[in-house]
Nanobody
Framework: QVQLVESGGRLVQPGGSLRLSCTAS????????MGWFRQAPGKEREFVAT????????FYADSVKGRFTISRDNDKSTLYLQMNSLAPSDTAIYFC??????????????????WGQGTQVSVSS
């Protein structure tokens, strides 16, 4: 069973930056796409960004495109999300997830088999 642990969430002012990390307990994740999702208060969980197993392909939600950057370090079994120009609308619990379908980079939550517990990001002045 793969365990994913997110870190880096905190309170930040509008316009600020944060980098989230997600470390996996099992190196098997380096063979699969990984992604970030978020859930704002009172809303359903939504896709934020995904990255292929090699890091060559990335996809972003329109709401974060140009502000967020997803990356991974397979040597460390770690996924990152660099978030810049944060806005109050980015306030949410951020979850990392690992897919288990070889060769697929996907935005669908149903394609992700393993999930972290989430880290809270709050953007407020």
């Amino acid at each position: 069973q793969v365990q994913l642990v997110e870190s880096g969430g905190r309170l930040v002012q509008p316009g600020g930056s944060l980098r989230l990390s997600c470390t996996a307990s099992d190196r098997s994740v380096i063979s699969y796409a990984m992604g970030w999702f978020r859930q704002a208060p009172g809303k359903e969980r939504e896709f934020v960004a995904t990255i292929s197993w090699s890091g060559a392909k990335t996809f972003y939600a329109d709401s974060v495109k140009g502000r967020f950057t997803i990356s991974r370090d397979n040597d460390k079994s770690t996924l990152y999300l660099q978030m810049n120009s944060l806005a109050p609308s980015d306030t949410a619990i951020y979850f990392c997830a690992s897919a288990n379908i070889p060769g697929v980079t996907t935005t669908l939550q149903s394609d992700y088999a393993y999930w972290g517990q989430g880290t809270q990001v709050s953007v407020s002045s």
